[in-house]
Every structure is written in C-alpha cells, then in structure tokens.
Nanobody, 115 residues
Framework: QVQLVESGGGLVQPGGSLRLSCAAS????????MGWYRQAPGKQRELVAT???????NYAESVKGRFTISRDNAKNTVYLQMNNAKPEDSAVYYC?????????WGQGTQVTVSS
C-alpha cells in the first residue's frame, strides 16, 4: 500500500541542475524521516541526504554545498535540488522514508551527468 514514486531524473550536463521529486502515498508522511540515496553501477548504495520530521537536514560530504533536500508535508513530497552536477553524481537515486521500525523505498530514478 505504501508507495514512494520518484520523478525528475534524466540527463544533465556537468555543472547543470536537476530537481528530483518523491511523492509518498499510503504512509504517515508527516512523522517520517525522509531521505535520498543513490547507487552507481558496481558501487554500494550510499546516503545522499536526509531530512527529519522537523526539517533538520544532513548531507553526504560529497554533495554538501551543491544539493539541497526539502519537504512539503502538505503535498507529501520530498525534493532533492541538485546543482553543479558532476559526472560522479551519475546513479540511480532512491527515495527513502522511515518511521517506527518500518523503512520504505521507491523504485529509483536514473540521473546521468554527461556532456
């Protein structure tokens, strides 16, 4: 019943910008910690950014100053604004939500940074 649906992925040039969205349904979004993770071919899935129920954010060191996570509780949506994209940002980006002992994942959206 719980669904996290990512959108906004695609091809972007190095130095360009992209905004990912994750729409949640079937879950209590307002009490969930939300996050973005990514996985590149041959690499482990890594945390990109998280945002708590009260809007406190944390970022991977590699994206600090370039990416911004935000949430709109009225729309049950979490965003990832990606600025100054780099080729090493290329990966499948996954939306994550957790509350209590439950963790939920979206199916992912591909981001490719290339000229």
């Amino acid at each position: 019943q719980v669904q996290l649906v990512e959108s906004g992925g695609g091809l972007v040039q190095p130095g360009g910008s992209l905004r990912l969205s994750c729409a949640a349904s079937g879950m209590n979004f307002r009490i969930a910690v939300m996050g973005w993770y990514r996985q590149a071919p041959g690499k482990q899935r890594e945390l990109v950014a998280t945002i708590t129920t009260v809007g406190i954010t944390n970022y991977a060191e590699s994206v600090k100053g370039r990416f911004t996570i935000s949430r709109d509780n009225a729309k049950n949506t979490v965003y990832l604004q990606m600025n100054n994209a780099k080729p090493e940002d290329s990966a499948v980006y996954y939306c994550n939500g957790r509350y209590g002992s439950a963790t939920f994942w979206g199916q992912g959206t591909q981001v490719t940074v290339s000229s």
